[in-house]
Nanobody, 116 residues
Framework: QVQLVETGGGLVQAGGSLRLSCAASGRTFSRYTMNWFRQAPGVEREFVAGISGSGDSTYYADSVKGRFTISRDNAKNTVYLQMNSLKSEDTAVYYC?????????WGQGTQVTVSS
């Protein structure tokens, strides 16, 4: 069982930055591919960024490429999402996801609101 806790959300002006963190419980953090998803009201949850267990590979949705950076610290069981040049369309609840072939865990989400 893995528990995920996201922090770092908040209200920011367009063009600003935020850094989200997702802390995971357990001793097998490096086995999990870690992802960030987001969900805006009335919209399906969408993939934002992902990072392999080792941190060697990263993946991004086209909408955030060049603005967002995902990283992880396996010693701290934490994955980060650095969000720069935020736009109003980035407003959503952001969810952390830990995934292997066999199982997926989700955090409770953190609200990010970008004012224009």
């Amino acid at each position: 069982q893995v528990q995920l806790v996201e922090t770092g959300g908040g209200l920011v002006q367009a063009g600003g930055s935020l850094r989200l963190s997702c802390a995971a419980s357990g001793r097998t953090f490096s086995r999990y591919t870690m992802n960030w998803f987001r969900q805006a009201p009335g919209v399906e949850r969408e993939f934002v960024a992902g990072i392999s267990g080792s941190g060697d590979s990263t993946y991004y949705a086209d909408s955030v490429k060049g603005r967002f950076t995902i990283s992880r610290d396996n010693a701290k069981n934490t994955v980060y999402l650095q969000m720069n040049s935020l736009k109003s369309e980035d407003t959503a609840v952001y969810y952390c996801n830990a995934k292997t072939t066999y199982i997926t865990y989700w955090g409770q989400g953190t609200q990010v609101t970008v004012s224009s």
